[in-house]
């Protein structure tokens, strides 16, 4: 599929109605569009995924999330979207229309589906009514697809661009460096998602999930009537849990919004103070102590996101001794495994040889011999197989085994590894290191506290007074945000109990004979679409590592120079456990894990490109992509690479807006061959426009 044109109509910048061609042409497959900082390139990726997706937008993006949440509804997040001089105009409407096409369409009745046909995309909303209108046009199909909302929803959904893949098609690559520092879990699920839809495999799990619920309905349809009402209580704690976690999220953006006035404040306030400060202060010294500052914050946080890391393992950590007993049961019974089998084929070998010797022809022609020679002729064979195969080897019987798959032993064992690494001494240092920059902080806050009290101009004097309310307020403010955020962790760790809970409620119901052979059979089905999933994933997942090795040699100049001694030399993608998605892990040429964490942020940059142009390569569907901030977080030598490597073959429609800081002229010219259109953003009396040409007359 392409999109051919996009028209915004009075959204947010966008007054009067602004239409762009971002079709490509021929080979050149980039349209490039140039805009300074405030002029509107957020917002043009914000209107496309909203146009599609509506209030969905929530479930694509952390930043649409909190766009949501800093209005405190998707109404008034969408009221507030109404061009400022709109509404002053007294026009309650704005929209967003996209225009694409070679549309594959759903084979209806007689009518064939191909990829030809053309779709219009629109999406419109009204402040006094907020109707939230969206309409779908399909040019020369006559056939009725739409009968409810939910079926636009879920032909976007299918045949244009599915949700779950949303995020791998609209993004700020400066922002997705985030990604990296997911944990385990998260990064499994934002994988799982998206490779389901792209592969084509989410069908077979939305049949698993319909699978499971119909086994449940089962269960609580057989349950009494004490196991009923307690399921339905386990019901309503998740539900309660859930509805406080959506209010506890909204109040930690709201928090965030706060804590991030109060830095911009805290921040205006030194400027002013570094400009006006005492002649006997020495000024360099004043901004000196600010940076200080402000860099012993930045270690903080750092180490506050390591600790966050590590807290993940901590349990692990405390429970080594308990892990490493595991870990030696598994290796013994293993070793036990491997004997049991060699012996069985031994004694299989020698009854083998037994039966062929005795009850076989030819036999003797003076007839059977007698049975105490059989034994004598039988003992000797088990000797003499013994001899040529050897003896048999004795097992130590294991009380128990663990019933693990292989890959919940590879995980256990990777888990094992990474916690002698990552020891109680790692964890220590962390502890002490984080203790060290606090009682810094303390130490240079209280130096600047008596540099600023030295100040003898009574403005200077209030403005220094002015910053340290607005500190204590900071700090309040930050306090208020951890305790919400603790709670909110708190009641998920409570669902994923309460859930827990729920599972073992079903499992314990009897059910009815009958009942029980549609388990059975559910459960069989269950069972074969999980392996046909996770079989596929696994084919997928070593084309996966080599395809984002390969993009990441390309473009890291680290890699691609080969200067640098142990830094990354392969990529592996493995399946989690339960099918809770993938995992990637990053190892340097010892074989030793590289954590992702480790990496600067514009190689997280680098690392999170190369993962999405893998997944992308593997899709069924190719979409066109929109970047904004192309090359935000990259040196000079990376910003080249990308250029020159990376966004020519990312799709064969690429949308990238980006500033004149990032692709100034002089880098125009890397991939001005590939570049099909190129437009700027031109904002007059905060109205923005699209223009033909790039920054400095280099016209399209």
Same mark, same amino acid.
């Given at each position: 599929?392409?999109?051919?044109?996009?028209?915004?109509?009075?959204?947010?910048?966008?007054?009067?109605?602004? /239409?762009?061609?971002? /079709?490509?042409?021929?080979?050149?497959?980039?349209?490039?569009?140039?805009?300074?900082?405030?002029?509107?390139?957020?917002?043009?990726?914000?209107?496309?995924?909203?146009?599609?997706?509506?209030?969905?937008?929530?479930?694509?993006?952390?930043?649409?999330?909190?766009?949501?949440?800093?209005?405190?509804?998707?109404?008034?997040?969408?009221?507030?979207?109404?061009?400022?001089?709109?509404?002053?105009?007294?026009?309650?409407?704005?929209?967003?229309?996209?225009?694409?096409?070679?549309?594959?369409?759903?084979?209806?009745?007689?009518?064939?589906?191909?990829?030809?046909?053309?779709?219009?995309?629109?999406?419109?909303?009204?402040?006094?009514?907020?109707?939230?209108?969206?309409?779908?046009?399909?040019?020369?199909?006559?056939?009725?697809?739409?009968?409810?909302?939910?079926?636009?929803?879920?032909?976007?959904?299918?045949?244009?661009?599915?949700?779950?893949?949303?995020?791998?098609?609209?993004?700020?690559?400066?922002?997705?460096?985030?990604?990296?520092?997911?944990?385990?879990?998260?990064?499994?699920?934002?994988?799982?998602?998206?490779?389901?839809?792209?592969?084509?495999?989410?069908?077979?799990?939305?049949?698993? @999930?319909?699978?499971?619920?119909?086994?449940?309905?089962?269960?609580?349809?057989?349950?009494?009537?004490?196991?009923?009402?307690?399921?339905?209580?386990?019901?309503?704690?998740?539900?309660?849990?859930?509805?406080?976690?959506?209010?506890?999220?909204?109040?930690?953006?709201?928090?965030?919004?706060?804590?991030?006035?109060?830095?911009?404040?805290?921040?205006?306030?030194? @400027?002013?103070?570094?400009?006006?400060?005492?002649?006997?202060?020495?000024?360099?010294?004043?901004?000196?102590?600010?940076?200080?500052?402000?860099?012993?914050?930045?270690?903080?946080?750092?180490?506050?996101?390591?600790?966050?890391?590590?807290?993940?393992?901590?349990?692990?950590?405390?429970?080594?001794?308990?892990?490493?007993?595991?870990?030696?049961?598994?290796?013994?019974?293993?070793?036990?495994?491997?004997?049991?089998?060699?012996?069985?084929?031994?004694?299989?070998?020698?009854?083998?040889?037994?039966?062929?010797?005795?009850?076989?022809?030819?036999?003797?022609?003076?007839?059977?011999?007698?049975?105490?020679?059989?034994?004598?002729?039988?003992?000797?064979?088990?000797?003499?197989?013994?001899?040529?195969?050897?003896?048999?080897?004795?097992?130590?019987?294991?009380?128990?085994?663990?019933?693990?798959?292989?890959?919940?032993?590879?995980?256990?064992?990777?888990?094992?590894?990474?916690?002698?690494?990552?020891?109680?001494?790692?964890?220590?240092?962390?502890?002490?290191?984080?203790?060290?920059?606090?009682?810094?902080?303390?130490?240079?806050?209280?130096?600047?506290?008596?540099?600023?009290?030295?100040?003898?101009?009574?403005?200077?004097?209030?403005?220094?007074?002015?910053?340290?309310?607005?500190?204590?307020?900071?700090?309040?403010?930050?306090?208020?945000?951890?305790?919400?955020?603790?709670?909110?962790?708190?009641?998920?760790?409570?669902?994923?109990?309460?859930?827990?809970?729920?599972?073992?409620?079903?499992?314990?119901? @009897?059910? @009815?004979?009958?009942?029980?052979?549609?388990?059975?059979?559910?459960?069989?089905?269950?069972?074969?679409?999980?392996?046909?999933?996770?079989?596929?994933?696994?084919?997928?997942?070593?084309?996966?590592?080599?395809?984002?090795?390969?993009?990441?040699?390309?473009?890291?100049?680290?890699?691609?120079?080969?200067?640098?001694?142990?830094?990354?030399?392969?990529?592996?993608?493995?399946?989690?456990?339960?099918?809770?998605?993938?995992?990637?892990?990053?190892?340097?040429?010892?074989?030793?894990?590289?954590?992702?964490?480790?990496?600067?942020?514009?190689?997280?940059?680098?690392?999170?490109?190369?993962?999405?142009?893998?997944?992308?390569?593997?899709?069924?569907?190719?979409?066109?992509?929109?970047?904004?901030?192309?090359?935000?977080?990259?040196?000079?030598?990376?910003?080249?690479?990308?250029?020159?490597?990376?966004?020519?073959?990312?799709?064969?429609?690429?949308?990238?807006?980006?500033?004149?800081?990032?692709?100034?002229?002089?880098?125009?010219?890397?991939?001005?061959?590939?570049?099909?259109?190129?437009?700027?953003?031109?904002?007059?009396?905060?109205?923005?426009?699209?223009?033909?040409?790039?920054?400095?007359?280099?016209?399209?």
């Amino acid at each position: 599929m392409k999109i051919n044109k996009i028209i915004l109509t009075n959204f947010r910048q966008y007054y009067g109605e602004n /239409c762009i061609d971002v /079709c490509p042409e021929n080979e050149r497959n980039i349209v490039l569009i140039g805009g300074k900082n405030g002029y509107g390139k957020t917002n043009f990726l914000l209107s496309l995924v909203w146009c599609l997706f509506g209030e969905d937008i929530a479930k694509i993006d952390e930043n649409f999330k909190h766009e949501i949440q800093k209005e405190g509804n998707y109404a008034k997040f969408l009221k507030n979207s109404l061009n400022w001089d709109a509404n002053k105009e007294r026009i309650n409407k704005f929209s967003v229309q996209i225009h694409m096409s070679d549309i594959e369409l759903p084979e209806i009745e007689s009518t064939q589906s191909n990829s030809n046909y053309k779709l219009i995309v629109k999406r419109e909303f009204d402040i006094n009514t907020t109707a939230d209108d969206f309409h779908i046009e399909i040019e020369n199909f006559d056939k009725q697809l739409f009968h409810t909302a939910e079926d636009k929803i879920h032909f976007i959904n299918d045949y244009v661009i599915p949700l779950e893949a949303a995020k791998f098609v609209f993004f700020d690559a400066e922002k997705i460096a985030s990604w990296a520092e997911l944990s385990t879990r998260e990064e499994g699920n934002v994988l799982n998602d998206a490779l389901g839809k792209i592969l084509g495999l989410d069908i077979y799990e939305s049949l698993i @999930s319909d699978l499971n619920t119909y086994t449940d309905t089962l269960r609580k349809d057989s349950a009494n009537s004490q196991v009923r009402q307690q399921i339905i209580t386990t019901e309503k704690g998740v539900d309660l849990n859930t509805e406080k976690i959506d209010q506890l999220e909204t109040d930690i953006v709201f928090k965030e919004n706060e804590i991030s006035k109060f830095k911009s404040e805290i921040s205006s306030y030194e @400027s002013f103070l570094i400009k006006n400060i005492s002649k006997n202060t020495s000024t360099s010294s004043l901004d000196e102590l600010y940076k200080k500052k402000d860099e012993l914050y930045r270690k903080q946080k750092d180490l506050e996101e390591k600790f966050n890391e590590l807290s993940e393992i901590i349990p692990f950590t405390i429970a080594a001794g308990k892990l490493e007993e595991v870990i030696e049961h598994l290796n013994k019974q293993d070793e036990d495994s491997i004997i049991k089998d060699k012996n069985r084929e031994l004694i299989e070998k020698n009854n083998e040889l037994i039966e062929r010797l005795f009850n076989n022809a030819p036999f003797p022609y003076d007839g059977d011999i007698s049975f105490s020679k059989k034994m004598f002729y039988a003992e000797k064979a088990k000797n003499i197989v013994e001899d040529i195969f050897g003896e048999s080897d004795k097992t130590e019987e294991v009380e128990f085994e663990h019933d693990f798959s292989k890959s919940e032993k590879d995980l256990l064992f990777h888990t094992y590894h990474y916690i002698r690494k990552q020891s109680k001494d790692v964890i220590a240092q962390t502890i002490d290191s984080f203790n060290s920059i606090k009682e810094d902080i303390y130490s240079t806050e209280k130096t600047i506290r008596n540099t600023e009290s030295n100040l003898e101009d009574e403005e200077v004097v209030e403005y220094s007074t002015k910053k340290s309310d607005a500190e204590r307020k900071l700090e309040k403010l930050v306090e208020e945000k951890g305790a919400l955020q603790n709670q909110r962790d708190s009641l998920k760790r409570d669902n994923e109990k309460l859930n827990q809970s729920l599972q073992v409620l079903l499992k314990r119901i @009897s059910v @009815s004979e009958q009942k029980k052979k549609k388990l059975d059979k559910a459960n069989y089905y269950i069972r074969a679409i999980e392996n046909f999933v996770s079989e596929q994933k696994k084919k997928k997942c070593s084309l996966l590592e080599q395809l984002i090795f390969d993009e990441m040699k390309k473009l890291m100049h680290k890699l691609n120079t080969g200067s640098y001694g142990n830094f990354i030399a392969a990529v592996k993608a493995e399946p989690l456990p339960g099918n809770d998605g993938l995992r990637i892990v990053l190892f340097n040429k010892e074989g030793e894990i590289r954590t992702k964490e480790s990496l600067s942020q514009g190689e997280k940059q680098i690392y999170i490109s190369s993962l999405i142009k893998a997944i992308l390569s593997l899709s069924i569907q190719e979409y066109p992509i929109f970047i904004d901030t192309p090359l935000g977080r990259l040196d000079d030598e990376h910003i080249k690479h990308t250029l020159l490597h990376y966004y020519p073959h990312l799709a064969s429609q690429v949308i990238l807006m980006a500033t004149n800081n990032e692709i100034p002229p002089s880098r125009y010219k890397l991939v001005k061959e590939n570049v099909a259109r190129a437009f700027l953003l031109e904002n007059i009396n905060n109205k923005t426009r699209f223009k033909q040409g790039y920054f400095q007359s280099y016209e399209n």
